[in-house]
């Protein structure tokens, strides 16, 4: 049963979806068609109201009566005709989510939003900062980002999680993902609050759909964070209230003067017309400063709306309990009644503009009171405005995490737990496959590292499977590390600073030659950065880049090195004499094979106990009728370099 929905849902994920996707589709039709009825019955309430007048003109009580009756039925047809259209806009977004789950449901390798790595929110993300608490992380370099494809194209490990609606969450993703955590407690409460909106799919979906109100707002976002920490109040309480009851004076008098005028009397219309110039010498000194602020929360309004819609959603769907209470807290706070809310309906009334709103500011100083009734609720309520977009970006990184939980198969919560008595670190995947494979087509491996062995030297032959088992290890330990799933059958590890040398590239602007590049990169593992938390390092084939002679030396070397150190590593190579330094205890072999088919080479994928064995290039050689007596030759070559 697909926990946090009705009885009878289905059992699988994609039939509830399927089941929700045809149910939406109705619905977005039926509420579509009222949408379109009421906006009828608003026009048609409309011409009534104007048609009616003409013939009853003359008879002032029928005409009044029909004026009445027309105006309350176009208020009753306003009223449908908004909520018609704001329902129909729900169920579209929710449909929309439907739709964006479905393409990910089962594993499928398609990325929903944006996979490029996005740059910094214009949002002045030090007034901001984290809301749950993350402890020590380690920051990923470009070379790990790089080896375990986080931005790879077209969709990489941040595209296939990214489900963010906004550049604050798109962000905080990125920052999730690269600053993997380091501490068992702060790892463990993050994949509390990811696991319960992983199983809680309704709640997701709701959560989405009303965070897809807010894609391609970010400009306004940034407006609506400006204004929030901008606000201030234009005038001292004091004169602020003076004011407001100079400008009932000032409307009561415009009426006055106005049936005053109808009658032949223009007394009270040039006492009006001297008090508006008085109006116009206290206005100007103030307008700049009001102007600015109303402009700010104008265009952000949009925004501000659908900032108020997540707000109250999350206050709807998340618990009290787990961290996801923290956030549900500080979004509680940002949409209470005299709130943020209040403040947007002193903003809609001068969303008119013209002539008729400069006329109300110099009779009324109606400007000055929509933007003091906006301040007085934003200010008490600043910071809590501040952190909920905070919360929005935090909560969007969460749910993109638990989409992979909820749509990937075979998934499973990994285990953190603190290193052994001696500080020996340790990680236990079984069955892991990485999330970039296809699932029917992914072969699942076993990884077993702690005190013995600590080291594993991993031998095959190109396109075997060396590069995908280092990545797979890598990205699990990631995603573990990060509070998300990991995609395996079972998984424990302790927090581990995670070091790769998978591709290794020169470097024309840093004056780097790609073997000095390498060298660089690889001294991480060697010589590791000051800390308790020990490191996971995967190498593939260690120094590229020079001679063959060296670069077995070298191999040999650092493999000795690292077989002494505190940390865990997986070493990919095709030199068969690094197999020997395997004792058994500290390091061990495990190696990948292939078999020589009819037309080419055939690989399993599956990881096997001790070295490579197998000659297939060499057959491969044979196959192609090269002369025998080279065939010859190479074996000799062969077996020479086995005794070296």
């Not at 039709?29 to 019955?41: C, Y």
């Not at 590239?505 to 660089?520: I, M, P, Q, T």
């Not at 190479?634 to 005794?643: L, V, Y």
């Amino acid at each position: 049963m697909l926990s946090g929905d009705t009885h009878d849902t289905p059992q699988t994920l994609r039939d509830w979806l399927e089941q929700q996707a045809h149910s939406l589709d109705e619905q977005v039709t039926m509420w579509g068609q009222a949408e379109s009825r009421w906006s009828l019955a608003r026009l048609g309430t409309f011409i009534l109201l104007v048609v009616a007048w003409i013939p009853l003109r003359e008879i002032a009580p029928a005409a009044l009566a029909v004026i009445a009756g027309s105006l309350v039925l176009f208020a009753w047809s306003i009223v449908r005709h908004r909520r018609a259209a704001t329902q129909h806009t729900l169920l579209q977004r929710r449909k929309m989510i439907v739709d964006e789950s479905l393409r990910r449901a089962g594993g499928a390798v398609a990325a929903v939003r944006s996979t490029s790595r996005p740059a910094d929110t214009t949002i002045a993300r030090g007034r901001l900062g984290h809301i749950l608490p993350v402890g020590d992380a380690w920051p990923l370099t470009d070379q790990e980002r790089d080896d375990l494809d986080l931005y790879a194209e077209p969709t990489g490990i941040y595209g296939l999680l990214n489900r963010t609606s906004t550049q604050v969450g798109s962000v905080r993703l990125r920052d999730v993902l690269e600053s993997p955590l380091l501490q068992t407690d702060s790892i463990l409460a993050r994949q509390q609050a990811v696991r319960w909106l992983a199983t809680h799919h309704r709640q997701r979906l709701d959560l989405l759909a009303a965070l897809a109100g807010l894609r391609n707002l970010d400009g306004q976002m940034a407006t609506l964070e400006e204004a929030i920490a901008s606000s201030r109040r234009v005038l001292p309480a004091p004169l602020s209230w003076l004011l407001r009851g100079y400008s009932i004076f000032m409307l009561m008098l415009a009426v006055y003067a106005g049936l005053a005028v109808l009658e032949g009397q223009y007394g009270p219309g040039i006492w009006l017309g001297l008090l508006m110039a008085l109006n116009v010498a206290i206005w100007l000194p103030m307008w700049n400063k009001v102007r600015h602020l109303l402009l700010l929360y104008q265009r952000s309004l949009d925004a501000a709306v659908e900032y108020v819609s997540v707000a109250r959603q999350a206050v709807a769907d998340l618990p009290a309990d787990t961290p996801l209470g923290d956030l549900r807290g500080i979004l509680h706070a940002a949409c209470r009644r005299h709130s943020l809310p209040a403040a947007l309906q002193w903003v809609s009334w001068s969303a008119g503009g013209g002539f008729g709103q400069v006329l109300l500011d110099l009779l009324a100083f109606l400007d000055l009171h929509v933007v003091e009734g906006a301040v007085r609720n934003i200010v008490p309520h600043r910071d809590p405005l501040l952190q909920g977009l905070a919360a929005i970006g935090e909560l969007e990184a969460l749910l993109s995490l638990a989409c992979l939980a909820a749509e990937q198969p075979n998934t499973c919560w990994p285990e953190p737990r603190d290193a052994g008595a001696h500080g020996q670190p340790h990680l236990s995947i079984r069955r892991g496959a990485h999330p970039l494979i296809e699932p029917a087509h992914a072969v699942p491996n076993d990884v077993a590292l702690g005190d013995e062995p600590s080291l594993w030297i991993i031998t095959g032959s190109n396109m075997s499977g060396k590069s995908t088992l280092l990545r797979m290890v890598g990205v699990n330990v990631l995603l573990s590390q990060v509070g998300g799933p990991a995609v395996a059958e079972a998984m424990t590890f302790s927090p581990l600073r995670l070091i790769s040398d998978l591709r290794v590239r020169d470097s024309l602007g840093k004056g780097e030659s790609y073997f000095l590049a390498e060298v660089r990169h690889l001294r991480r593992m060697i010589v590791p950065p000051a800390g308790d938390v020990p490191v996971l390092g995967l190498v593939d084939e260690p120094y590229r880049g020079t001679n063959h002679r060296e670069q077995r030396a070298a191999t040999l070397a650092i493999i000795e090195h690292l077989v002494q150190s505190r940390g865990l590593f997986l070493v990919a190579t095709h030199d068969s004499t690094v197999t020997r330094l395997a004792d058994g205890k500290r390091a061990e072999n495990r190696h990948f094979q292939e078999q020589l088919g009819p037309r080419e080479l055939v690989f399993d994928y599956i990881l096997r106990k001790g070295p490579a064995t197998t000659r297939n290039a060499l057959r491969v050689l044979e196959r192609e009728q090269y002369p025998a007596d080279l065939i010859a030759r190479a074996i000799a070559h062969a077996d020479a370099q086995q005794d070296l």
